[in-house]
């Protein structure tokens, strides 16, 4: 038995062991989106063959390989160009909440957020209404002011809902259920 091999590929996984990080979750919107330029891979490989022919003998190989994948599709500039605008966007969405929060600027977890955000002002949509009611609930309630006796399904803005099911009165004693014959 070849122990050389073994112990090359412990102390392999040991060196391997010192650089590899815990697996942290990704925002969604922040990572890159599967864009992938190439791989590098290094892998080892060993082979026992047994010959039965006329002296039974037997063949060991073992070996490294390296191995670089290129990926077909759009060139990882543009990619990558891809990807970092869609981040911009995040940012320029998320930065007005970071900007107006000024004790993310003291955590010292939050300066690389900060210094991205540093700078950015959104520009504020003024389409909704002051009294944060949806345009929707206007609507209906302006078609419910002009048709009184229509009733609407989900109808929970104006005037008590229609119901015939009367709710009983509290100190109302519930019947057994009758039990069933076998």
Request: aromatic share 10%.
């Amino acid at each position: 038995m070849n122990y050389y091999f073994t112990g090359l590929l412990i102390l392999a996984l040991t060196i391997l062991a010192l650089f590899v990080e815990p697996a942290y979750p990704r925002n969604e919107y922040l990572n890159e989106y599967g864009v992938r330029c190439g791989e590098f891979e290094i892998s080892t490989e060993r082979r026992d063959t047994d010959y039965n022919y006329s002296d039974s003998s037997s063949n060991e190989q073992e070996g490294i390989r390296f191995t670089y994948r290129k990926y077909l599709g759009t060139d990882c500039k543009t990619s990558k160009e891809n990807v970092a605008i869609k981040q911009q966007l995040e940012l320029m969405k998320m930065c007005g909440r970071v900007n107006s929060n000024p004790s993310l600027a003291l955590n010292s977890n939050f300066d690389l957020l900060v210094s991205k955000c540093r700078g950015v002002t959104p520009a504020r949509d003024n389409t909704r209404p002051s009294d944060s009611q949806s345009l929707w609930d206007d609507m209906k309630d302006d078609y419910k002011k002009e048709n009184p006796d229509v009733e609407l399904m989900n109808d929970k803005l104006i005037g008590p809902k229609k119901s015939k099911l009367k709710i009983p009165p509290k100190d109302y004693i519930l019947p057994l259920p009758k039990p069933k014959d076998d």
